[in-house]
């Protein structure tokens, strides 16, 4: 392999759990290649779309993560055919059973990440050492008169956001949260940068002064719905229940579609021990995004609460069919057996969500 690092776009659907891609992005890391992933999970708008083209344009490989989801997601279909037209690599990653396969990707090279995941990784990072960099180019002789410093313009708001917004993507919190800063010094009205540094400073466990930029977005724009489900996400990390259900109905009014607050009022409904409308929520987020994981552990969780057992273990089974890389459902899946009186399966259970690094 080159000594320059190969960049590798991982393009997946924000509808899915991103426990396989989290891995995924770690164990490629180790292998000494650079990822890339979008981890907004909130799709569209001009300046995102410029954020993702750069990435691309920056990459070697794009490697597709496939699921329902992401055979569905427009979204996945223009990352990859964009990067496929400039030239890059394009590897699609076998990960979940897809009831059909866009035409374009069936001739590609496939990796099968199903069957084994330590086969898929060794078999990704064969495709991706077969990558030659673009050459450095030979130092050009220096001039005998140095050229004038070039004069470097102050970086506008847009681009302290959207370096912003590259480090939130790495999982570089404190270097976004400093970027976001930025962008509002020179704009103090600037909503977009409020609502992004509220998402940095969740991750940063900083919740109350998440719920304070949440506010602000709020304050200067009342009807940007994605602000009331940031809202509510802080109040419930903040214990905060009640707060939270108001916040993520008023998402809701706002947005009929927006099955993210859904999930998030199911799970505070939930926390509230208020399983049957928790059980509502859940299926109303289900009916909006049928591939959506989250909603089936939710659904999961209320009827554990509603002791109705069967049907529990049926939801975190689904769930670990649409994500079988992520602990948290092995963990519940557990907690459904147990009660069932099904005590060595449920340490089966209790022994993947361990081996897949759950400790919660």
Request: charged share 25%; hydrophobic share 40%.
């Amino acid at each position: 392999m080159s000594d320059a690092p190969l960049r590798v776009f991982i393009s997946y659907a924000r509808a899915d759990s991103t426990a396989f891609v989290d891995r995924l992005e770690r164990d490629l890391k180790a292998q000494h290649f650079v990822p890339w992933v979008d981890r907004h999970g909130l799709e569209g708008g001009q300046e995102w779309m410029e954020i993702i083209q750069q990435a691309i344009d920056e990459c070697h490989a794009l490697a597709v993560v496939l699921s329902p989801a992401a055979v569905q997601s427009r979204f996945v279909r223009i990352e990859y055919r964009y990067a496929d037209e400039i030239g890059k690599l394009v590897i699609p990653l076998r990960y979940l059973p897809t009831p059909t396969t866009p035409m374009d990707l069936r001739i590609l090279q496939w990796v099968d990440f199903q069957t084994s995941y330590d086969e898929g990784l060794r078999h990704l990072v064969q495709s991706l050492s077969h990558i030659k960099p673009p050459a450095a180019q030979p130092p050009t002789e220096q001039p005998q008169q140095p050229p004038p410093a070039p004069v470097i313009p102050p970086k506008t708001k847009k681009q302290w956001r959207d370096e912003g917004n590259a480090h939130y993507d790495a999982k570089r919190y404190a270097e976004a949260l400093a970027a976001f800063d930025q962008a509002i010094k020179l704009d103090p009205q600037y909503v977009l940068a409020y609502y992004d540094r509220g998402w940095a400073l969740r991750d940063l466990k900083r919740y109350t002064d998440a719920l304070a930029d949440f506010d602000q977005v709020i304050k200067l724009d009342p009807q940007k719905t994605n602000a009331y489900y940031g809202r509510g996400e802080a109040l419930w990390c903040l214990i905060r229940y009640e707060e939270a259900l108001a916040a993520y109905n008023q998402a809701i009014k706002l947005d009929p579609q927006n099955f993210y607050a859904y999930a998030g009022k199911g799970t505070v409904l939930y926390n509230l021990k208020r399983h049957e409308e928790a059980l509502e929520a859940s299926d109303r987020t289900i009916a909006l995004n049928p591939q959506f994981v989250r909603a089936y552990n939710g659904r999961g969780n209320a009827l554990l609460g509603l002791k109705r057992y069967d049907e529990a273990l049926a939801a975190y089974d689904q769930a670990i069919k649409l994500d079988p890389y992520d602990g948290l459902f092995y963990s519940n899946k557990a907690n459904a057996l147990d009660a069932l009186g099904r005590a060595q399966e449920a340490e089966q259970a209790r022994k993947k969500a361990h081996e897949l690094g759950y400790t919660g």
